[in-house]
Structures are given as structure tokens and as C-alpha cells.
């Protein structure tokens, strides 16, 4: 059978990914492992750094991002061994004890590092700090975690009030207080609460939805004092309680799962097993999403792994039809949105995706990048203020696209190659190694195709 062709071109530190399809197409078969779990990942490293005692992690996920967080640590004396995926070694530095960094704290790309990296850093009193990102990062919203750290009573300074990075901060005594955040956004919520462990008193989120618990499943495992309420949606922290190192395990990340889960469902005859794929309630929309188009997926072999549910994904092809994708479902597939656009395009019927506005602040406008580089492949894809409509059944052809520096539309914009007659050429590829530095090489040999 023709393999589909994969090639990697480097032009300067830019890659243009071109995945040129045979005619007769090709089946992907087999089974993989994705990296670990990019949220797990920066949380393991921060409170491994803030802890005391040594935190070991098994599975952490080798990206650009995680990278960034561990730099930024190291940079406050956190000690932190060389990062791989069989086991690192960080030496906490016990909570309220980072050093003042004697430099910018860079992290580049990852609004997770900055995000939460805030509310530890506004808690830490007689520390002055500063922080940037790229450019990606330095034109997204801080001001959703600057303005409750303010109400704390932080001292944060940036352009537009403290919303866009570069930001100082001069480290405070902050005072307890019960935020209601306008966003489901675990970013916001775990900003807060780190600020909250070294706050006297009770620092209370509550959020319109349920967003990803991993830092609630973590900090309680390192031994803060926690409590939920599922009801209304919060999470209460007391302050000044000791963090104790954990060993954690990654599971492998179903965001990036996420782009097999579709490749399978969308190629004729595919069949695929995804291992130990992190599969927490929080996360799993984009298995109900996958579920209402009529996908085949199954849950194998799962089981708890410190304190985090994990499975076997078991995907075969099957037709796929359209859905509505809104409301409580969105914060739990809010990184997977890309890659179901994709799947959206080959079913039959209209796919509206709504409430999801969120995505114009991640690391490019995700609603317009995916509508113009689907549109231009053939798609008919009508971009909502909130979301998308994607009439489906219009078969795609390769072209010239752009990933805009985001790892997801590049992997989103790949999958949907693999179904489009020609060849497709992704510019400025290499953004795939934020999340997910293997990406190229699994699809070359899950396309049969070995070479470089
Ligand atoms: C993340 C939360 C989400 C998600 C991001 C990772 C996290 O962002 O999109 O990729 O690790 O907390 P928001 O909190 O902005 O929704």
C-alpha cells in the first residue's frame, strides 16, 4: 500500500511540515503512547519546588512549556535535575522560601507557567520579581489573575493596569478573600489558590463550571488543607500549611491523545490504542464530543494512578456525523476544540461549536486560525463570535497553511492533511514541540513512512 509521505523542512528555526497523501489513501493501525500530561506536568514541577523534601516525577512531559516552568523555579532556588521522562528529581525549597531571582523569569510560551506562577510569587513577601513571555504570551490576558491577586492586596505592575506582560511584582503579606470568577478557567483558579497557601485565613474560588481539578488532586496530595464543593463549584485553601514532596506519576496527556482519537476516527479502516492516556472527568469532553458524532471509542484497562484516572483509548473508524458542542462541556475539551473542527469538516451535517470565546485568548485566535486554514484547504467553516459552524462532507485539498506558532492548530491542521487529496504544507511547524516534541516522528511511522 502507498504510505503517506511526511517530510520535515527547516528553514532557519522555522519547519514547514508537507504530508502528502496518496491517492488511495492509507489506514493508521497500531498502538502508541502519548507524552505526559502538559497541565500535571507544570503543577508537579511548582509545588515540587514550594514543597519540602524531595518530589519525584515519572512521565514528565519533555515539551517547550514545561521546560519554561522549570527554568523559572531553578532561577528561585529550586533544585531541579536535568528533565526526562524516566524520573526528576526536584529538591523543594519549603513554602514561602523562593529566592528573589536576580533575573526576568522567562515563560515563554506557557500561559499555565505565568498564570500560576503569579499567585506564588504575589505571596511572597520582600521578593520583587519580574516576569515576561514571547510574544504570544506577552499579548494574552494577565488581567484575569492580576485583578483578584489585587484584591488580595498584590502589588502588580503592567502595561494596560497590569494586564499584558512584562509584569512586576513586589511580593506582599496578601489577605484571604472569596473570588467568583466571571471564566471557568483552571488557571485562574489554581492562581488564586497558590496565592492562598501562603495567605492567612480562607481563600475560596468559585467558578461558573468545572474546570480542570489537577491542582485540587495535587495540592491535596502534598498535604495542603483543602476543601470542595462540587455543588457551587469552589474550592476553599487555609493558608500556611507546610507542602510535603510527592511522588507523582504523568499520565500521558488526552489533549494530545486528542489528535489520534480524530486521525483514526476520520481515516477509512483505521484502528488505534493509545496507552495510559489521563482520562480525569475534568479532561474527557472530548470523548462525550467524539461519543455524540457517532465515533468509535472505547476505555480499556483503566485504572488510579496517583490520584489520577488513566485507560487504554481504543479508537476504530466509523462515518461520523454532526453535533452541538457548548456550555458545561467547553472547559472540559477547551484545548481540543482545533482538532474536533477537524473531525466537524469530515462528518455528515453541520457542527455548531458555541459558547467557546475562550479561544481567542489562547496561544493564537483559535476560531480564526482553524475557519481560515480549514477554508482554505476546501472546509466550509463560518467562524462564530463564540465558536464555529462547520458544514461537514466537503472533501479537503492540500494547500499551503500556517499553524500561527500554535502547537494545536499546527498537530489540528496535520490530521486534517492525512485526509486531504495532495500534499499540505504546515508552516512554522516546530510550535508542536510546546506539547508535544515527538509529534512528527509518530506520524511518520504511523503512516509508514521512516524517513527523516
Ligand atoms: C490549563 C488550563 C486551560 C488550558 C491550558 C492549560 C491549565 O487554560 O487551556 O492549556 O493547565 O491549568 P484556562 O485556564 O485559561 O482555560
Known amino acids: ?95 514561602g522560601q523562593l529566592l528573589e531571582p536576580t533575573n526576568v523569569l522567562d515563560a515563554g510560551n506557557s500561559g499555565t507557567t505565568l498564570r500560576l506562577m503569579l499567585g506564588i510569587l504575589a505571596s511572597h513577601p520582600e521578593r520583587f520579581f519580574s516576569v515576561t513571555g514571547d510574544e504570544s504570551l506577552r499579548s494574552r490576558p494577565m488581567s484575569r489573575v492580576v485583578q483578584p491577586l489585587q484584591q488580595m492586596g498584590a502589588a502588580i505592575w503592567g502595561r494596560k493596569k497590569g494586564s499584558l506582560a ?16 466571571p471564566i471557568a478557567s483552571a488557571q485562574v483558579k489554581s ?30 496530595a502534598f498535604g495542603a488543607q483543602l476543601t470542595i464543593d462540587p455543588e457551587t463549584h469552589s474550592v476553599t485553601v487555609t493558608g500556611s500549611a507546610k507542602l510535603q514532596g510527592q511522588n507523582i506519576v504523568v499520565p500521558g496527556d488526552i489533549s494530545s491523545a486528542a489528535f489520534w482519537l480524530v486521525a483514526a476516527a476520520i481515516v477509512p479502516d483505521s484502528e488505534l490504542l493509545i496507552e495510559n492516556v489521563g482520562v480525569n472527568p475534568t479532561r474527557t469532553g472530548i470523548l462525550e464530543a467524539l461519543e455524540m458524532m457517532g465515533a468509535d471509542v472505547t476505555l480499556e484497562n483503566q485504572q488510579e494512578i496517583a490520584g489520577e484516572p488513566v485507560a487504554d483509548l481504543r479508537v476504530r473508524y466509523g462515518r461520523l456525523k454532526g453535533c452541538t458542542i457548548a456550555g458545561d462541556l467547553i472547559p472540559r475539551l477547551i484545548d481540543e476544540i482545533p482538532i474536533l473542527a477537524v473531525a466537524a469538516v469530515f462528518a455528515e451535517g453541520t457542527t455548531v461549536i458555541r459558547d467557546a470565546a475562550e479561544l481567542r485568548v489562547k496561544e493564537s485566535d483559535r476560531l480564526a486560525a482553524m475557519a481560515s486554514q480549514l477554508n482554505r484547504m476546501g472546509a466550509r467553516v463560518t467562524e462564530l463570535p463564540d465558536g464555529l459552524e462547520i458544514v461537514g462532507g466537503t472533501p479537503l485539498t492540500g494547500t499551503n497553511v500556517d499553524s500561527y506558532t500554535d502547537h494545536r492548530i499546527a498537530m489540528s491542521l496535520a490530521i486534517a492533511a492525512l485526509n486531504a487529496t495532495g500534499t499540505t504544507t504546515i508552516y512554522r511547524a516546530e510550535a508542536a514541540a510546546i506539547s508535544y516534541p515527538d509529534f512528527v516522528t509518530n506520524l511518520q511511522q504511523l503512516c509508514g513512512d521512516v524517513h527523516p
Open 1 to 95: 500500500m502507498p504510505a503517506t509521505v511526511v517530510s520535515l523542512k527547516a528553514i532557519e528555526d522555522q519547519h514547514h511540515l508537507s504530508i502528502q497523501s496518496p491517492a488511495s489513501g492509507i489506514s493508521l493501525q497500531g498502538r502508541l503512547k502519548v507524552p505526559g500530561d502538559k497541565s500535571i506536568s507544570h503543577r508537579a514541577l511548582m509545588l515540587g519546588a514550594i514543597a519540602q523534601g524531595e518530589t519525584q516525577i515519572q512521565g514528565l512531559l519533555l515539551g517547550e512549556d514545561p521546560r519554561s516552568t522549570a527554568s523559572c523555579f531553578r532561577a528561585m532556588g529550586a533544585e531541579i535535575s536535568e528533565l526526562n521522562t524516566e524520573l526528576v528529581r526536584v529538591q523543594g525549597i519549603g513554602l
Open 166 to 181: 512584562p509584569l512586576a511584582i513586589q511580593g506582599k503579606t496578601l489577605k484571604p478573600i472569596h473570588y467568583y470568577s
Open 191 to 220: 492562581c488564586i489558590l497558590l496565592a492562598g497557601l501562603m495567605t492567612e485565613g480562607q481563600t475560596t474560588v468559585t467558578e461558573p463550571a468545572l474546570s480542570r481539578d489537577h491542582s485540587e488532586r495535587m495540592l491535596k
